[in-house]
């Protein structure tokens, strides 16, 4: 069997796009090693790609200006005869693909699948055509090893491979995670996510250093670290239009974990919209009560959600590598907002906790954070967070999950809105909120069922006495 | 001469030079190697292969002597160990060829003489014959390896006291010995001296034999030396050494005495000095510590463009370490990223017999760090290949953490440990915790089932156990 994948050769240390030109070879032309098939542009110079193998240039998978990130199928080398069904329509065919552009890992579907094995045996029959677009459903790799994705160019028939200086950052291919068992272990261990970690080992496999430097950056964003903040590369350029603020490291340690949260974690949202006439009710007469402590919506909310999460363990989890976490305890982080940025306390327990508890508690915890007087148990173990913006005339916002929790509830204004009551006009007070929801660890008619049961319990809020 | 321009000059051609070499020219690099003795450096011309053959002859010479176990009677069983040192010098002339051709294969161009820097990129060459050359490269690697140290006060006078290089040019083996200096070098020549009939008497300041291995490791072969009448002397400290016509006296105190011990020859085995010195270092402000060139993990020194790799890098001082090295200098030069090394990974071996391997920490280490600790062991008595090879001298220990089943440690002592090692250098190199060595399909019957049993131990899991 002679196939030569011909992939977007790295060039450079710092290359990981390359444009693509020209063809100089057509399909269907007879092509041998050393032929120029191509003219490629990279950040540095224009560069002439060489074939690596010898046959017919059966199939070009990009268009000429296209983008395309290192180590991608970019066109096939085969005899005649071979069948490349497969290999053909593991990459998107034809037409520039400038979406991956300036994307640094560049996770492009076709990555996975120009590492994925030629096609044996299993791919003899002719293969159906596909639409060209679907990514290959390429054969289930094996959970950890097999060949690297596409990190090289194909290796020359001839002499030795060697030829090619080892590639730098390897391309991360999606839908696939590979990583050591010792990683693997300790990421477990740690309760951290393996899709948040960048691996830095042979082909992006992910390895203990790489596990411990995503713990070290998650305690450091959680306890706001004494690391300078760095300017981001993609900051434009300063002027006298502009105004440079240095980032206070609160600042600096919200843009690590966000950025952590939301690139790798799949968020989906599910808005509910609830009647909050009884629950403001209900607030005011326990307000008059004497020796109440004082009471805020936040306050219901969190009772509200604590006794949902316990009718919901699914919400109440974690995604954590080749398992979902249910997490037993509820622990409620409660975003607050600061001058320079947004501390989440942990009210823990709240299931086990009276609303009275729950306002007490929160009261002293909000207090602290201000001060900066937190604890850094106080800090980290939230199963699950709320934001609420209703002091701001918000209607409805969405919240970033904050890892490893796998939920987070985004709770707006209670307004005066015009609602229909029993087929007649009237006032209510109506309060928006918005689930985001780690797609990893549920799905929308779990998010919707949780905001149900929610609504229902804020909506008849004596249960929250209970 | 005129100036000559490489991509790459290695100063050096030993296991770290020559395959750094290699490798540049395989990346498409111009490289020149300066060499001042025959290609292979010490490892393969006065080290490494040459005492393996000799241990091979020792080895061979014991067996003989066991031969009744096997219901093979011998007469007039006799050993020259003029024949075993002319097998040794063959095999390394053998070796050291095999890197000319490669160099040749390769296009790597062989400068005889001594290099020195002169600045950045550029390397003076003084040949035996008196002539220099200067030789230009982007950038220079050093690869120069290390030397036999001795005690202060000692000379080695090559001679009465002799070092390893002088002990690999003795055509007869003497009829005493004092070797100073219970580490790899010192411990294999012991085993092949005895083996040929010589009184030998280790000495060696540490409280053990191979004082870097596991203690357990230690124990079992000191228990091993003893029934072959090998005089172990360890945590005793050398006085004085003094050379006189046909012997030599050596005074040591050991474990609170004074004694004296007299043999016709000592062997310095005491570690070895990196090569630093008429390198030119200082007036380019290379950056030497404790008498090693320091390098970053791309293996460059604190001068851009040179690198330095192996021995004269630092320790561990093996040859497999330095051509570990050598790789990753030759990719960094020629402008690639390679991966740092894990240095937990690089095992560590001992010829003698039984054979000595391991890697990574002791469980001594293990502990001394504070975390959980299981280990698992595995006893050679208890495996089928073993006895069936008569080899049941010996065991597997894995030291592998608590928590994650991480391996930390390996120690084996026994027939082909320096190859089961190989197995385990894999898994540590994958981050393979013991779950996946003890699920690990072994063939049976094989030494390596004794690998597997440890792991299974160290899990609470061993099946022959």
Known sequence: MAVTKVVMPKLSEAMETGKLLRWLKQEGDRVSGGDIIAEIETDKADIELEAFGSGVLRKLLVGPGASVPVGQLIAVIADPDEDIGALASAAPAGGPAPSAVGAPPAPAPAAAAAGAPPPGPAAAAPAPPRPAASPAPAREPAADGGPAPGAQPAPPPGPPSAAAPPAGPPVVSPGRLRASPLARNVARQAGLDLAQVTGTGPGGRIVQRDVQAALAARSAAVAAPAAPPRVPAAAPPAGPETEEVPLTQIRAAIARQMIQSKAPVPHFYVTAEIAMDRAVALRGELQALPGAPKLTFTDLIVRACAVALGRHPGINASFAGDRLRRHRAVHIGIAVALDDGLITPVLRDCDRKSLFQIAAESRDLIERTRARKLRQPELSGATFSISNLGMFPVEEFSAIINPPEGAILAVGAILDKPVVVDGRLAVGKRMRVTLSCDHRVMDGAMGARFLADLKATLEAPLALLA | ?465
């Open chain 2, 1 to 465: 001469m005129p100036g000559e321009r490489f991509d790459a000059v290695v100063v050096g051609s030993g296991p770290g030079g020559y395959v750094a070499a290699i490798r540049a020219a395989q990346l498409g690099r111009r490289v020149a190697v300066v060499e001042a003795d025959r290609p292979g450096g010490i490892c393969l011309n006065w080290g490494c292969i040459p005492t393996k053959a000799l241990l091979r002859n020792a080895e061979v010479l014991q067996l003989f002597q066991r031969a009744g176990e096997f219901g093979v009677s011998l007469e007039g069983l006799r050993a020259d160990y003029a024949v075993a040192h002319a097998r040794s010098r063959q095999v390394a002339e053998r070796m050291s060829r095999g890197v000319e051709y490669l160099f040749r294969k390769r296009q790597i161009t062989l400068i005889p003489g001594r290099g020195t820097l002169l600045a950045p990129g550029a390397v003076r060459v003084a040949a035996a014959d008196g002539s220099a050359r200067t030789v230009e490269a982007a950038a220079v690697v050093l690869a120069t390896g290390a030397r036999p140290k001795s005690l202060p006060g000692v000379a080695i006078d090559g001679v009465r006291v002799i070092s390893s290089d002088e002990a690999l040019r003795l055509d007869r083996v003497p009829p005493s010995i004092v070797v100073i200096g219970a580490g790899a070098v010192g411990v294999e020549f012991a085993d092949v001296f005895a083996s040929y009939g010589t009184q030998v008497t280790v000495v060696e300041a540490l409280p053990r034999l191979l004082p870097l291995e596991d203690e357990e490791i230690s124990r079992h072969l000191a228990r091993s030396f003893a029934k072959r009448k090998i005089d172990v002397r360890a945590g005793a400290r050398v006085q004085s050494v003094r050379a006189g016509g046909d012997a030599v006296r050596v005074e040591i105190e050991h474990e609170g005495q004074a004694a004296r011990l007299e043999a016709a020859m000592v062997l310095m085995a005491v570690g070895r000095g990196a090569n630093t010195g008429d390198l030119g270092l200082e007036a380019l402000g290379v950056t030497v510590a404790r008498g090693f060139v320091q390098v970053s993990p791309r293996m460059e020194t604190s001068v851009p463009g040179v690198y330095a790799i192996g021995d004269v890098a630092g320790p561990p001082l093996l040859a497999h370490k330095a051509s570990a090295e050598g790789i990753v200098a030759a990719e960094a030069l020629a402008g690639a990223a390679p991966g740092p090394l894990d240095y937990r990974a690089v095992p560590s071996c001992t010829y003698c017999h039984p054979q000595v391997a391991s890697l990574g920490l002791t469980e001594a280490q293990a502990r001394a760090d504070g975390r959980a600790v299981r280990v698992g062991r595995y006893m050679f008595v208890a495996n089928g290949k073993a006895q069936a090879l008569g080899e049941p001298e010996g065991l597997v220990k894995i030291v592998a953490a608590g928590d994650t089943g991480e391996i930390l440690g390996v120690h084996v002592i026994g027939a082909e440990a320096t190859e089961l090692i190989a197995e385990l250098a894999l898994g540590k190199t994958l981050e393979a915790t013991v779950e996946e060595v003890g699920r690990t399909i072994h063939a049976h019957p094989t030494m390596a089932e004794a690998v597997m049993e440890a792991a299974l131990d160290a899990m609470g899991e061993a099946i022959h156990l």
